[in-house]
């Protein structure tokens, strides 16, 4: 993915995605049975991130169109350190990162998926940076 910008045209490391605003994460997970991609809501306020999650709802329809599929919502979810976050995120069970035959099917759900998480974001990301 290193040669591919952003949706703005800049160099991007798209595994450690920057989204700018604090408490707003990008996660691509892969590990042994199951690769995952999300928006991550993590702010230690449990009114602001449900703030923020209603925030994204009213953009639902932009980024599930964005997309081209329907994610799963997880207001006040756990994460694994047992914190509260919140979720929205799209799951592929069933791979496995340890085993190179499934890193064909992890890179092909997790890149364009983070491609247009960007696009959205470049669109949306000014609604939550006040």
Known sequence: ?????NAEGRRINWPNYKTGVRNIYF?????RDFASIGIELG?????LQELYFDQFSLFRKMLEGTL???WEWKLLDQNEFGQPVSRIEKVL???NVMNPDDWPEIISFLKPRIIA???FWGIV????ES
């Open 43 to 47: 702010h230690s306020d449990e009114e």
């Open 27 to 31: 996660r691509m997970k892969a590990e």
């Open 93 to 95: 069970p069933n791979v």
């Open 125 to 128: 990301k000014p609604g939550f």
């Open 1 to 5: 993915m290193k040669p591919i910008p």
């Open 117 to 119: 998480l960007d696009e």
């Open 68 to 70: 081209e599929e329907e």
